[in-house]
């Protein structure tokens, strides 16, 4: 575990040494606020919550997060710094979490500094603050879940812009799990059974519960789990072929 | 003690590396030698343990490099091919995460993080990224990182790959004042860094291993081994000589390389033909400007054993 925590550090630091840090967080920033005040209609509404502001984070996600999570391991490949990386005495498990880590914390500041909306909601009227924080959670868990199928695809290659792609197909498989567009294609040929449980799967679906304000176990495991498997998956594919 | 087993690693169809065996035991600095492409760095990263053997074994200091992984490396300093580290990062702060990895605390992390710093001269680098230091101090950078931890085993894949002549004599001159109580492998394409600090040679060529001796032995497979080479003052004496030391007895064969006015003159085997050659040079009235003998060309084995 302590190997983690220097890992973390490591890559956090590394994330401010660059420009990305703070162009990412300035492009979440704007983009963020300019889909919540002209799509979502927050003042038009009338109302004092923010689900114009949550509604907008999947699709706000499917984006921004590849290109965080594209660089986590293609770049180590590509420098060649893995190989410096594995032959210290680090489990892989240790990096692989340690890089996961960095990244959504990285992502829980970005959203963390959108709290002025809060404010100003809380400022026109009486929101239910539990919601709201509730919506956050649901959101961070959402960065969570991409960011850690973001982390497989960008262990399976050394080209960064390949794992952009392939993030950001991942991560729309999972977000309309639950849609006829991606049903469709397994309804054709698979079991009801395997077409229930692809629809389950959903990001959208367990997303829009908790963004509501409903904490349900299901949705908190639901993203537990796919988090744990995802970075499952990049451990292996790493310890597959480490000198891609 | 670093020693391997038929160490194997396919890629695909692709034979990367073939039944190495060896071993390598303290104060030994072995010299990993081979052409591009023969499997050199396939091997380093097998002991090293980041690539993982197809079959074989190899294991460092008692510890199986597949088995107990985190042992093995904890024993070994690594020093991987090209020196890659993460260019973002400042030298201090590079040096201070692997320091952290090796867990080193206290007054021995800042003992051995001064003395590395102060033997690979990166003391006014320190606050610079690594990405825009030279090649030379990039590499002295990878090599801090690789004996910070003062390990008992050094794999180095070319460390001096890049470097000015000054800056390949300080890497040399800092391996020879580790090999003492370290066992050391280092690989190379420069064969004069075979005689400048290698203890003992393995050649590899095509994923096996053809050579394993000490640099001298290797030489004397030379056919330049016991050769005798001249230079004559007077460049018009030079056909009259090659005659008359190719009339030599023992001697098998004469060189001429008439931009210096040189003859060679290679023994036939097991023959000894210094004495002959400089009475004959006297006799005949040579001016010489240079007589010596040679105990071998390793390039020469080098390419009749890898061609």
Same mark, same amino acid.
């Given at each position: 575990?302590?190997?983690?925590?220097?890992?973390?550090?490591?890559?956090?630091?590394?994330?401010?040494?660059? *420009?990305?840090?703070?162009?990412?967080?300035?492009?979440?920033?704007?983009?963020?606020?300019?889909?919540?005040?002209?799509?979502?209609?927050?003042?038009?509404?009338?109302?004092?919550?923010?689900?114009? =502001?949550?509604?907008?984070?999947?699709?706000?996600?499917?984006?921004?997060?590849?290109?965080?999570?594209?660089?986590?391991?293609?770049?180590?490949?590509?420098?060649?710094?893995?190989?410096?990386?594995?032959?210290? *005495?680090?489990?892989?498990?240790?990096?692989?979490?340690?890089?996961?880590?960095?990244?959504?914390?990285?992502?829980?500041?970005?959203?963390?500094?959108?709290?002025?909306?809060?404010?100003?909601?809380?400022?026109?009227?009486? *929101?239910?603050?539990?919601?709201?924080?509730?919506?956050?959670?649901?959101?961070?868990?959402?960065?969570?879940?991409?960011?850690?199928?973001?982390?497989?695809?960008?262990?399976?290659?050394?080209?960064?812009?390949?794992?952009?792609?392939?993030?950001?197909?991942?991560?729309?498989?999972?977000?309309?799990?639950? =849609?006829?567009?991606?049903?469709?294609? =397994?309804?054709?040929?698979?079991?009801?059974?395997?077409?229930?449980?692809?629809?389950?799967?959903?990001?959208?679906?367990?997303?829009?519960?908790?963004?509501?304000?409903?904490?349900?176990?299901?949705?908190?495991?639901?993203?537990?789990?796919?988090?744990?498997?995802?970075?499952?998956?990049?451990?292996?594919?790493?310890?597959?072929?480490?000198?891609? | 003690?670093?020693?391997?087993?038929?160490?194997?690693?396919?890629?695909?169809?692709?034979?990367?590396?073939?039944?190495?065996?060896?071993?390598?035991?303290?104060?030994?600095?072995?010299?990993?030698?081979?052409?591009?492409?023969?499997?050199?760095?396939?091997?380093?990263?097998?002991?090293?343990?980041?690539?993982?053997?197809?079959?074989?074994?190899?294991?460092?200091?008692?510890?199986?490099?597949?088995?107990?992984?985190?042992?093995?490396?904890?024993?070994?300093?690594?020093?991987?091919?090209?020196?890659?580290?993460?260019?973002?990062?400042?030298?201090?702060?590079?040096?201070?995460?692997?320091?952290?990895?090796?867990?080193?605390?206290?007054?021995?992390?800042?003992?051995?993080?001064?003395?590395?710093?102060?033997?690979?001269?990166?003391?006014?680098?320190?606050?610079?990224?690594?990405?825009?230091?030279?090649?030379?101090?990039?590499?002295?950078?990878?090599?801090?990182?690789? /004996?910070?931890?003062?390990?008992?085993?050094?794999?180095?894949?070319?460390?001096?790959?890049?470097?000015?002549?000054?800056?390949?004599?300080?890497?040399?001159?800092?391996?020879?004042?580790?090999?003492?109580?370290?066992?050391?492998?280092?690989?190379?394409?420069?064969?004069?860094?075979?005689?400048?600090?290698?203890?003992?040679?393995? /050649?590899?060529?095509?994923?096996?291993?053809?050579?394993?001796?000490?640099?001298?032995?290797?030489?004397?497979?030379?056919?330049?081994?016991? +050769?005798?080479?001249?230079?004559?003052?007077?460049?018009?004496?030079?056909?009259?000589?090659?005659?008359?030391?190719?009339?030599?007895?023992?001697?098998?064969?004469?060189?001429?390389?008439?931009?210096?006015?040189?003859?060679?003159?290679?023994?036939?085997?097991? +023959?000894?033909?210094?004495?002959?050659?400089?009475?004959?040079?006297?006799?005949?009235?040579?001016?010489?400007?240079?007589?010596?003998?040679?105990?071998?060309?390793?390039?020469?084995?080098?390419?009749?054993?890898?061609?």
């Amino acid at each position: 575990m302590r190997n983690v925590g220097i890992i973390m550090r490591r890559e956090l630091a590394s994330y401010f040494a660059t *420009p990305l840090a703070y162009v990412f967080i300035l492009i979440f920033l704007v983009l963020a606020n300019a889909f919540t005040l002209y799509l979502g209609g927050f003042y038009e509404r009338g109302q004092a919550d923010l689900d114009p =502001f949550f509604t907008f984070h999947p699709w706000l996600y499917l984006f921004l997060i590849p290109a965080i999570s594209m660089k986590l391991w293609a770049e180590e490949r590509k420098s060649g710094s893995i190989e410096l990386l594995m032959t210290q *005495p680090v489990e892989l498990w240790d990096a692989v979490l340690g890089k996961f880590l960095a990244a959504w914390i990285f992502t829980a500041l970005a959203l963390a500094l959108t709290f002025p909306l809060w404010i100003t909601v809380d400022y026109l009227g009486s *929101p239910d603050n539990g919601a709201i924080l509730a919506a956050y959670l649901g959101s961070l868990l959402l960065a969570g879940g991409f960011l850690a199928i973001g982390s497989c695809m960008s262990a399976l290659t050394r080209n960064q812009v390949v794992a952009f792609i392939l993030g950001v197909a991942g991560c729309f498989v999972f977000l309309l799990a639950g =849609f006829p567009l991606v049903l469709d294609v =397994f309804r054709s040929w698979a079991p009801q059974a395997l077409v229930d449980a692809i629809a389950s799967l959903s990001f959208l679906t367990h997303f829009e519960s908790i963004a509501k304000g409903v904490i349900d176990v299901r949705d908190l495991l639901y993203f537990a789990m796919l988090i744990g498997f995802f970075l499952l998956a990049t451990a292996i594919a790493l310890n597959l072929r480490k000198d891609l | 003690m670093i020693k391997t087993e038929r160490l194997t690693k396919h890629y695909d169809s692709l034979t990367a590396v073939e039944d190495v065996s060896f071993q390598v035991g303290p104060g030994e600095v072995l010299g990993f030698l081979g052409p591009n492409g023969a499997g050199k760095t396939t091997t380093m990263r097998m002991l090293a343990g980041f690539v993982t053997p197809t079959s074989g074994s190899a294991n460092i200091c008692g510890h199986d490099v597949a088995r107990e992984p985190l042992a093995a490396k904890a024993a070994l300093g690594y020093l991987p091919e090209g020196a890659p580290s993460y260019g973002e990062m400042t030298v201090r702060r590079f040096l201070a995460f692997i320091a952290d990895l090796r867990a080193l605390e206290g007054a021995r992390r800042e003992q051995r993080l001064a003395h590395v710093i102060e033997h690979l001269q990166l003391g006014g680098v320190l606050d610079q990224t690594i990405e825009t230091l030279s090649k030379g101090f990039r590499r002295r950078v990878g090599l801090a990182q690789a /004996i910070v931890h003062d390990p008992p085993v050094l794999i180095l894949d070319e460390p001096t790959d890049g470097l000015d002549p000054n800056q390949k004599h300080e890497v040399r001159t800092l391996i020879n004042d580790m090999a003492r109580d370290k066992i050391i492998v280092i690989s190379t394409h420069i064969l004069e860094e075979v005689d400048a600090v290698c203890t003992r040679a393995i /050649i590899i060529s095509r994923g096996r291993i053809v050579a394993d001796d000490t640099p001298a032995g290797l030489a004397a497979r030379s056919r330049y081994h016991n +050769a005798v080479s001249m230079q004559l003052e007077e460049p018009r004496q030079l056909a009259a000589a090659r005659d008359a030391v190719a009339g030599l007895p023992a001697v098998a064969q004469v060189e001429v390389s008439e931009r210096d006015a040189r003859l060679t003159a290679l023994p036939r085997s097991g +023959a000894t033909i210094l004495p002959a050659l400089s009475e004959l040079a006297a006799r005949q009235g040579l001016k010489l400007k240079e007589l010596h003998l040679e105990s071998g060309r390793l390039d020469e084995v080098f390419r009749s054993i890898t061609a």
